[in-house]
């Protein structure tokens, strides 16, 4: 009787192990499925609602992702669990590949990349509006217009020296206004020197572009 017992108790016990078990692979098993079909979710979600949210998006995925790697070591017959959670790391890096492209500024036309570099980035757009530029700041406007042009002569083709014609001759249209509201003598006879040397580099190097242009038209 007390074997009898003995061995009751003891087939008891291995119960309550394998219900312990079958409970902690089950969770597990659980983990792994909730982390696949939140992957499948985030991939339904509106482009314009990621971008607003991504940071929280990544933080989540990265929680999910690694509950879901150790709760793989629970499960006793892993492979297919373990082939679950693999392709879902795939598809999610794939898929933030594409929606973070999305997320980036377009490219700036050649066009805006040069007014950005001879100006400032965003100071001068489509609309041509130099109102910004005023006494206090216009001889440094024309110190890195002249030096960005000096510094990259060489590389201009005559469409962009046609642009930075168009852009010198914009600038000084503003310094006839800037000259009524204070622009001081000193800056002013800066500003003269900086036209000077501007000017006979222009004549040249267009000139040296368009001959370049020609050659390779001819072969």
Known sequence: MKNIKITIVIALIALGFTSCKDEKQEKAQKTVDSYVVYVDSVKNVAAADLKDNWQSVEAEYDRRSQEAQAALADIKDNAAATEKVNASKIKYEEFKNEITAQFAPPASSPKQSLRDALFGAGKIGDDMNFSWVN???IHSVYQQFVH????NKD??????????????????SRKNTVEKEGLSAEDNRKIAGLKV???????????????EENKDAKK
Do not use: C
């Open 197 to 211: 040397k501007f000017a006979p580099m222009y004549t040249v190097n267009r000139m040296g572009a368009k001959s």
């Open 155 to 172: 590389s201009y083709s005559r469409e962009d020296w046609d642009e930075i014609k168009l852009m010198y001759e914009a600038l000084d």
């Open 148 to 151: 960005t042009v000096e510094n």
């Open 135 to 137: 006494a206090q700041n």
